[in-house]
């Protein structure tokens, strides 16, 4: 039918040739697939046409919630959590990573430790799954430092939440999405009365922020809302 539908001598002769080689073994459907100029897709019977056709992902804008997150971030980071290098907890601001410093930095530095790269990488791709904003804060104990790189105890907090937020951003997190803050000794979590307490006070936190957290941050549009606590 399709040969005596043309008008064309040589398609039709080009399809006469087709028909010959199918009977002789070769794919009728390759090659009047070829002389089309496209490969021919048979349909099951009660098929819908684009049935088989792969569709494009379509992303959650919304993704998930802190209050989703906050399981799956635990168990990615059972390992951490146990052995007391860092700690999750769910505040009025949102999800917090604590690290120890201890954990993160050798004593008055802030170069993070390489082998702590991967337990970042694991929280860089939890983060990615929500579109909030989150901030590092680094913390101090009451001890004043001063050395050839340091004046104070505030340059000391601030300079290790930007290399925090600068490995973040390494491992993928958006750096619009990032913000830093150095409290120095000013927030601490424990008495600085003992090794114990400064221990716990020297720290850097990641908060992932709500809606209350984020009211204290300049404005600025994310392009999608934020995931609820």
Known sequence: MFATAQTDNAKAQAVSESVKRALQGESFKDTLSMLMGEK???????QRPDAGVPKPAVADKAGLTLAQLLPMLSLALKEEIQSGRLALSMTSRGLT??????????????????????????????????????????????????????????????????????LLTKFGVAHERLAIAGYADTAPVDT??????RRRNRRVDIIILNDAGAKGEPDKQLGQPLAKR
């Open 97 to 166: 990573i604590t690290f120890t410093q201890t954990a993160l930095f050798p004593s008055g530095e802030d170069e993070i430790a390489h082998d702590f790269y991967p337990t970042i990488q694991k929280i860089s791709d939890a983060m990615n799954k929500v579109p909030n904003p989150a901030r590092a804060e680094g913390h101090t104990d009451a001890i004043p430092i001063h050395n050839p790189r340091f004046r104070s105890n505030w340059e000391l907090s601030a300079s290790r939440s930007i290399a925090l937020v600068e």
């Open 40 to 46: 021919l897709k048979v349909k099951a019977p009660g």
């Open 192 to 197: 600085n009365d003992t090794e114990e307490g």
